[in-house]
Structure formats: C-alpha cells, structure tokens
T-cell receptor
Framework: KQEVTQIPAALSVPEGENLVLNCSFT??????LQWFRQDPGKGLTSLLL?????REQTSGRLNASLDKSSGRSTLYIAASQPGDSATYLC???????????FGKGTKLSVKP | GAVVSQHPSRVICKSGTSVKIECRSL??????MFWYRQFPKQSLMLMAT?????????EQGVEKDKFLINHASLTLSTLTVTSAHPEDSSFYIC?????????????FGNGTRLTVT
C-alpha cells in the first residue's frame, strides 16, 4: 500500500531557528513529491515540487531534498519566522497524471 | 501562475439538503481535476478524479450517487453532496494541474468548509 508519513506531527521552535521536517513514503517508484503549506481553514499553497530524477529543490529559505532509495524527503526551513507557522504537508504522486497521496502534516509553530 | 478558484468557501446546510461546490481553473484548461476531503486532524483523502467530458472515477468507499461530479467544461468541475448528513461535514478541496506534464505541480483551490446541521 502506498503511504506517506510525516514526523513530527507538531513542532514548536523559537524565531530564527533552522529546522527540518521529515517525510517518508513507501514504494520508491514515485513520479514526484510535493511540499505544501496549509494555513488554518485555508487551501494549500504549493511550496516545492521535486521530480523523481531530482535530488533537491530550493526556493528562498526553503530547501527540499529527495532520497528515493530510502523513501525519504526533508523540508529545510532556514531562519524561521512567525509567519512560517502553518501545517506543512508532504504529498507523493506515484503515477503520471495521478492523484497525490498526502501525509497528515507537521504543524509548525514559530514563536517570536 | 495557475489559479484554482473554489466556491463557496463556507456553507452550512440542513440535513437532507444538497450542496453544490464549484471548482474553476481561472487561467488554464484542466482536463482532469481532483476532489479531496479532509476531516479534522486527518490528511487529505482523494474522493474522486473528475474527467472533462466523461464519468468521474471514484475512490473505494466513496458513494458516487451521493457525491455527484460534473466536469462539463475544461475550466469547471462541480461536486454536489446530495442528501447531506452531519457526517458529511468536512473540508472539501479541489485541485488541477496547470500543464499536462506530471512534472508540473498540482494547484489547489482554497477549499469549502461544509457544515451539515
């Protein structure tokens, strides 16, 4: 069964700290992996998409890595800010034009 | 960038009534749209795949007669929750891909919070 797991479920850090969110998935034959941000009661904002042939993607203070062989991805957030507080979702697409399988997310709280 | 608009953002209805949720791709054509549901503290779960001009594909355990999907044009898909019950209260969200390539990200609407009283 194709599953996505995110650890930890919640994380609280002081402002300015660098942090890493973890995502693991079963079945390494993925097409791509996508990281999203979800604010309370809101939709999803796409942060980064890593294709199966890529090892990492960067956007601003965010860096996502992908290790297909071990079934893992990490989202690195540098110099965290209170505005980064949200739930971060990892999602995997296992077949072309298919749906995304989501993890349950990591709820991040960055305290001023 | 690609924008997906979902309406309404919130709806409260009485048990037994039907509710229609619209999902529009504003600046691109989407032959395929996906409908997800999210219960509190749970991950998003795919309900169905909406295909323009053909029948939707439903995931196991999702009643196709209860959750009617119509994808009549390349920019609009609708989800109708028929004879809604309190257990249908959830966050419904649609998504579409901006380009045909699997390498392009899926874009999501802002979701619809449905409360059935």
């Amino acid at each position: 069964k194709q599953e996505v797991t995110q650890i930890p479920a919640a994380l609280s850090v002081p402002e300015g700290e660098n942090l890493v969110l973890n995502c693991s998935f079963t079945d390494s034959a993925i097409y791509n992996l996508q990281w999203f941000r979800q604010d309370p009661g809101k939709g999803l904002t796409s942060l980064l998409l890593i294709q199966s042939s890529q090892r990492e993607q960067t956007s601003g203070r965010l860096n996502a890595s992908l290790d297909k062989s071990s079934g893992r991805s990490t989202l690195y957030i540098a110099a965290s800010q209170p505005g980064d507080s949200a739930t971060y979702l990892c999602a995997v697409e296992w077949r072309s034009q298919g749906n995304l399988i989501f993890g349950k997310g990591t709820k991040l709280s960055v305290k001023p | 960038g690609a924008v997906v608009s979902q309406h309404p953002s919130r709806v409260i209805c009485k048990s037994g009534t039907s509710v229609k949720i619209e999902c529009r791709s504003l600046d691109f054509q989407a032959t395929t749209m996906f409908w997800y549901r999210q219960f509190p503290k749970q991950s998003l779960m795919l309900m169905a795949t909406s295909n323009e001009g053909s029948k939707a594909t439903y995931e196991q355990g999702v009643e196709k007669d209860k959750f009617l999907i119509n994808h009549a044009s390349l920019t609009l898909s609708t989800l109708t929750v028929t004879s809604a019950h309190p257990e249908d209260s959830s966050f419904y969200i649609c998504s579409a891909r901006g380009e045909s390539s699997y390498n392009s990200p899926l874009h999501f609407g802002n979701g619809t919070r449905l409360t059935v009283t």
